[in-house]
């Protein structure tokens, strides 16, 4: 069984899924569709996030991204501390995953 979110949003009206068998993520580099990886999540009241930027597979460096309401943080666990994951965030239209850590 694969493990995903489901956000219903506050009017009851809408209602999205994130993984569970269904894919999201940047298509043809992080197109998830299993969370089974999350180890944990919170809502992220930040103003900025910074997401990885990758190059040829490799980590290229990071861009500070503003985000304009709530998001939702997922990420992983390695030697004790969050090590990757990223910020589902809403972007007034859709929902964006901005990749942040490894």
Known sequence: MKKGILLIHRNGKKAYVFGAGIKF???GFEDYDDLKWMHGWKINKD???HETIFANGDIEGSK???IRHPGISIWNW???APNTGGTLCWDGHKYLWIHEGE
């Open 78 to 80: 390695m030697d004790g």
């Open 25 to 27: 993520g940047k298509p």
């Open 64 to 66: 500070k991204v503003r």
């Open 47 to 49: 103003k900025f996030v």
